[in-house]
C-alpha cells in the first residue's frame, strides 16, 4: 500500500443502505418487541416497527444476511488463496482479519477508510510501495499512463497482461 493508500469496507450495500444497518434495525425490533413488558407495550411496539420496517421490500432482510456472509465468505478465501497462502495457521489469521474488517465499532459509515497502519494492525501481510522506489515508480507510471489513457479518450476499461496483450473497452463519446 501506498501512504495515502486506504482499504475501504467490505459491507454490502444496496442503492446506498448498509446490509449491516438493516439487519441491526430488525434485530432491534425484535428485542423491543420481545422485550415489551405488557401486551399493550407489545402492540404499540409492533404497530411503531410495522410501520418503519414497511417499506422493506419481502425478503429483503434474508437478503442482507446473504450479502453479509458472501462478501465475509469472500474475504476470507481471498486472503486464504492468495496473502495467506503458505501460512499454515492461515484460517485463524483470516478468520480474525475478517472479523476487523467487519466491525462497525469505530465507524458505522460505509464511507470510512483504513490507512496502512490500521490494516497492519488488522494482522494484513502488507508493506509501503514507498519502501521500495523502483516499484513505487512502476507502479506509478501504470497508473498515470491508465488515467491519461481513460481521461483521454472513450476507453473505460484496460486489461494488460505480462505479454503485453492488451484488452481495451470502449465507451460512448460524450
Known amino acids: 500500500m501506498g501512504k495515502q493508500s486506504s482499504l475501504g469496507p467490505i459491507d454490502p450495500q444496496f442503492k446506498g443502505i448498509s446490509a449491516f444497518d438493516v439487519i441491526s434495525e430488525f434485530e432491534i425490533a425484535e428485542h423491543e418487541i420481545l422485550s415489551a413488558i405488557n401486551e399493550d407495550e407489545r ?78 494492525s488488522f494482522g494484513l501481510d502488507i508493506e509501503l510501495i514507498e519502501d521500495d522506489q523502483k516499484l513505487q515508480d512502476a507502479l506509478l507510471s501504470i497508473h498515470h499512463a491508465s488515467t491519461i489513457t481513460i481521461m483521454q479518450t472513450s476507453t473505460i476499461k484496460i486489461i494488460e497482461n505480462h505479454l503485453g496483450k492488451a484488452y481495451l473497452k470502449f465507451g460512448a463519446v460524450i
Do not use: G
Not at 417499506?55 to 465475509?72: E, G, H, I, R
Not at 476470507?76 to 485463524?92: Q, T, W
Open 43 to 120: 402492540a404499540k411496539k409492533l404497530k411503531y416497527w410495522a410501520l418503519r420496517l414497511k417499506d422493506y421490500p419481502p425478503t429483503f432482510y434474508t437478503m442482507c444476511k446473504n450479502a453479509v456472509q458472501l462478501s465475509s465468505e469472500l474475504a476470507l478465501s481471498f486472503l486464504e488463496d492468495n496473502m495467506f497462502s503458505s501460512n499454515i495457521n492461515k484460517k485463524d489469521i483470516c478468520a480474525k482479519i475478517v472479523d476487523k474488517l467487519n466491525e462497525r465499532i469505530e465507524s458505522k459509515d460505509h464511507s470510512r477508510h483504513y490507512n496502512f497502519e490500521k490494516c497492519k
